[in-house]
């Protein structure tokens, strides 16, 4: 190889110096730098999204006018949804961590098709763009789901919002694309479908939804934005169209984007957790098979958020059985997750911290779910807080809890440098407080009958709303200082070792941080979740494959 | 973005020196693939998770389609009559003639074939061109006919051409007088100049069961018969009602157009009361008190509550018609409600798939220029061999929409 020559000089410049200068980063094909350069869009839109979030809830904490009036708060609440659902939770860990780790993990130069995946990142840019335009001018305030056939005669710049969602649709197709033909074409050599780290079978099930389902949303926006602009009737009960039929497409996509929302966060889960018990991941095929099957069944299921916008009877019927399937995947995820701890040798470094706060927000938030998919409760419980405590706990409690777990475990892989230990804690320990400190009231509030998306409220509610607002808002300092550290420690942190962790998939046998090819000679596919051949490296900190287990044959290419 | 990969790539020049030691055979296999079939056989998944996709994009549109017909069958074998089969027939012929040259232009590529590639590919091109050429004419029509989507749809005349009364635009027509033909009852193409008219209710008002409760004079556009309705003078007139005893006042109007009043189906509208109380042999002449002969005869096409034709010439005998007095009666009644959706689905159907016919072009004139350049060679043939299958895939929606569209029976 012509590697062999050049091992003994010096080392390869890592991908973050191999080449300088904006344009080195503007035109780069290098999937690690536009997972990079996603991730601080993504932490921004993040921190955008949090700020909506902290005035809603200001708004909230006494009845009547707090800080905004009736019509501002109905922007603030639709930004806030769809600043975190478009641009931070459905690209989140797919296209920011995702796009990092995946080739990595797969032992590849790089994701099949580069040029797309930079397409892909500036469609997310022009989308983010759009979508702060719609705030300048004038906001929208439709919620995020755009129903029909409010949003064809709101006040609010719902074209330039719309044309945003549909951009992203296809920032999103095109990387789920890019992912499902690298997982099936760059699987080096000894890396069957039953090898590959749990990581990479969520991030294939997130592919395939991305790919099936993301399209429906773009042309059922792109229908609405036509709608808004020429009239042309399709979901305007005035011009003979059918606005139930809007919500039928939007959530033909929006329930399986739950999945594309979740499924990553599980891959995420599954690899820290065997990671910070020293054990293998217990019942592997499960897991692999309840992705899958998860991403399959989300398709089945979107009627349930209809169950009172007048469908069949029996529509609903079978939309509410099918619900109940769903909780057979996670349920199968989560016990073999606690299986994995059992007897484990479990070190609590923040991404663990993490991902034990996942498991019991995920539980809660699948839970509560299964309250939701029974006909009878939803007609109590539709539209009220039990629903935005339940989606909250599944979206952020899980999802983005899981990202912020994956952030930190791969942090020094992408960086090259670690983050303050103690602060991190701290911080995971804030989050999850905080969280459950704003949500947990929300289900009580929302099963005695306060309506979501209300402004003002019975003087009963007072003290919820106001547990609340102080929870989200030690939610929202613990996630601003973690950002703030993070950008800090990105430039001054310690250096990291190779493997920080002792993880056990490619992506620790990789230079940290890792070079343009993400490695200097094809790797050797490591028994996976396999703990016994590392040691803790005493003199560099870090993890080391026991010098016994001789390498393999080189098996890639 | 069939194509994700552009031969120019600054992926080589960016990473010189830095060779796997694959052995590439075309300068334009990329670094990160192990070699020419790595490349080619990603790429090929990737194109067919992309026509998945599209499929996908365009699956929303068939549901609509369906969801629509099956309400509303009425309006799709009514309003399919306006699209011109024989367009769409020309169309579909030239679009599969396309697909041949795709296909064939991927074999002259397979084999080296550079001439073959350019010639298949410009008839591809040309194909395409032309395709959207005739669905130009075919639009401009709609255009200009009022045959439109959603709230535009206002069309000037049925099907087989007999004028209505539009709403809110001028049709084109010829600058005579409008002429109502006493026969059939119905307008024949015409203007009405500022005039004055009377509308007289006496002559077709002698079967009236009903009292006629307004006149407008209502032809182009709401703020017209506003205007109009303005000008209203009413003149009592006694008149008796054919069989009835007892005479009844019949209200009689004289009508001040201000401006010119064009187009075919000009007219006045008569509304006549109850919905439930109007008689279906109510007639209403209007003439014009200083242009001698012209007579028109109170249509009812305008607003959507009074879509039943009124008039005495419209009442025939019930008799069994031959299929084709069906067709030209459906084809010369005014429009079921609703059928401004089958435009709406015909436009967003048709035009999302215009839109592909123009991306598909974009797409073969680059693969033409690199052609012509030599770029392509038997182990470097994948942009020809994925725009080929998007396009048969552009096809292959076109033979959907076509019978979908036009062929219904």
Redesign the interface.
Known sequence: ??HAATADTTPEPSYLEV?KGWKSWA?T?DHKRIGFMYLIGILCALMLGGAFALLVRAELFLPGETIVGQARYNELFTLHGAVMVFLVIVPGIPAALGNFILPIQLG???V?????NL?SFYLWCIGASLMILSIVLGGIDTGWTFYTPYSLTSQGAVIPAVLGVFVLG?SS??TG??F??TV???RPQGMGWFQMPLNLWALYSTAVIQ??????L???V??LF?ENF?????F?PE????PV?FQH?FW?YSHPAVYIMIIPAMGVVSEIITTFSRKPIFGYRFIAYSSISLALLSFLVWGHHLFVSGQSRLATMVFSALTFTVAIPSAIKVFNWVATLYKGDIRLQTPMLYVLSFLLLFTIGGLTGLFLGILAIDVHLHDTYFVVAHFHYVMMGSTLVAFMGGLHYWFPKITGRMYPEKLGQLCAGGVFFGFNLTFLPQFIMGSRGMPRRYWDYDPEFTIFHQLSTVGAFILGISLFISVIYLAWAAKNGPKAPDNPWGGTTLEWSAPTPPV??NFST?PEVPEMYEYDDLVEDTVNGGWIRKPSTGPKTPKH? | MSEPHDPDSGHHGEHDGHDHGHGHGSRFIQHHYDDASHQFDSGKLGIWAFLVQEVLFFSALFVCYILYRTHHPEIYEYAHHYLQVKFGAINTGVLILSSLTAAWAVRCAQLNQRKGLILCLTVTIACAVGFLGIKYVEYAHKIEMGELYGAKFDPCATPNETPLLTKSKLCKGTKSSVVWNKDTGKPDAGCIGPKAFRINAETHAITAKCTVDEVKFALNGDKKTEQSRRSLEPCEMEREAGGESKPKKTPCFLIQANENVCGAGAGALALYGDEEKRGDDIGLDVACVDLPAVEAKADVFATPETTTTLGAKQIQPIAAKTDAEEVEELESSPPPPKTNMFFSIYFAMTGLHGIHVLFGIFVFVWLLIRAIKGHFTPDYFGPVDYAALYWHLVDLIWIFLFPLMYLIH
Request: hydrophobic fraction near 60%; charge should be neutral; avoid cysteine.
């Open positions: 190889m012509a080449t035109y094909l590849a130069p790089d099949a098709f580069p040029r797309l397409a296809f197709i095109f694309l890019n499902l033909v099936h074409k760059f790919v099936l389902a993301t399209p429906v773009g042309i059922t792109l229908l036509v020429l009239h042309i009737g399709i305007n011009l003979g169209g059918d039929l497409f033909f343009l090819y094809p290419h």
